[in-house]
């Protein structure tokens, strides 16, 4: 298969990880006879930097034009003090909507090899924990109407969403759900907010199309507490775009494996933008010090989801797994008795495992 990917590295440590899942996905197109070619795209400070702006228009039509873009980190302190508009965030939010990427897929999971760096107490995730954060990633407060009135003495941010928006997010999140454990949590705050009334609404007219589905809702406050209190409760988690950028951060937490996370961000075709979980780390850009596995677990799922290509995915997925098991550990994961690797000694290392 000829592939087009469009890398944005971005900021602090994006370059350093990027490289090692370029190094990786090069390796299996190797292997299984693809080839990839490689747009390299600017977006955040080092746009800012090199551009004035996040984002350029240029950037966005590169990367709208691939198949599948790979995306490292944005932001770091040395952008702190430009103003709200053009921070390198709003690169990564000019992107998603941009792109019309609705469907963000955050899996968090315990990896068995790493289970002691869960905060949690083993009694607590003695089942295990493998959950599905299923993020509305276009629509909600982040997008809605802003601004300032009174003179600079009140602002607000405006919370929408339409039945649409909801429909075509609630069926990702059941979909998901049939090829994991059938359960889907709405997480929501319906005894205070509009919109999560019509989320509860909407979803519960979708979930009639999928039968053999449980369907279950959440206030967000309690999810919180549920997320650490029992966090085999969750297989499949539902909700809207803030709630779900909050519950994901916490999600990735007990996993204690921040470091290992990959993310998706899809719409109706098999177009996707894949990242880590984790941010940019600007205190170790550049060190050789970054863990790549989220990224290069990132890859693989992007191999899976923009491209159909399954068994590569499995590929890159096991070759992370035996690496893990042959004790190779990055810093931020590394406990007694391992062997702590750089950034690009660990790409080595499952780039070799590849098979
Ligand atoms: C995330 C990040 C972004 C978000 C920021 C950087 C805008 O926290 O991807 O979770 O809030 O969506
Ligand atoms: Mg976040």
């Known amino acids: 298969m000829d592939m087009h990917i469009a890398l944005v590295p971005g900021d602090g440590i994006g370059p350093d990880i990027v490289r090692e899942a ?24 080092v746009s800012i930097d090199r551009c004035g702006v996040p984002l350029t228009d240029e ?15 944005v932001g770091g302190p040395k952008w702190d003090h430009v103003p709200g508009n053009l921070r390198p965030e709003k690169a990564l939010l000019g992107l998603r909507s941009g792109l019309g990427l609705f469907c963000n897929l955050r899996p ?22 493998d959950l599905l954060v299923v993020r509305e990633l276009t629509g ?18 405006v919370m929408r969403y339409s039945a649409g928006e909801i429909e075509r997010i609630a069926r990702k999140a059941f979909e998901a759900a049939r090829l994991r454990r059938n359960r889907v949590t709405v997480v929501d705050k319906a005894n205070v907010l509009e919109t999560s009334r019509l989320w509860r609404e909407t979803v519960s007219r979708v979930a009639e199309d999928y039968s053999g589905v449980e369907l279950d809702y959440m206030y967000v406050d309690n999810a ?23 519950l994901s951060d916490e999600a990735s937490m007990i996993t204690g494996s921040i470091g290992m996370l990959a993310s998706a961000s899809l719409r109706d075709d098999s177009f996707g933008m894949y990242e880590p979980i984790h941010g940019s780390a600007p205190d170790i850009a550049g060190m050789d010090k970054a863990n790549p596995i989220a990224t290069i677990l990132s890859a693989a799922m992007m191999l899976r989801y923009s491209f159909s290509l399954e068994k590569e995915a499995r590929a890159i997925e096991e070759a992370v797994s035996s690496a893990l098991s042959d004790g190779i550990r990055t810093r931020d994961i590394a406990g007694e008795g391992d062997m702590v690797v750089g950034t690009a000694a660990c790409g080595d290392e499952i780039a070799r495992r590849l098979s």
């Open 108 to 129: 968090a999971v315990i990896y068995p090899e790493l289970s002691e760096a869960s905060p949690l107490k083993p009694s607590v995730i003695s089942g295990g924990v």
């Open 224 to 246: 919180a507490m549920q997320l650490v209190r029992n966090p085999g409760h969750f297989d499949v988690l539902l909700t809207e775009n803030m709630f779900g950028d909050i």
């Open 140 to 157: 909600g407060i982040y997008f809605g109407e802003k601004g300032r009135g009174d003179d600079d003495r009140s602002a607000y941010d």
């Open 22 to 45: 370029v190094k990786v996905l090069d390796r299996t197109a190797e292997i299984y006879g693809h080839s990839i070619a490689y747009s390299e795209v600017d977006a955040g400070g």
């Open 59 to 73: 950037a966005l039509k590169t990367a709208a034009a691939s198949d599948a873009v790979l995306l490292g980190a």
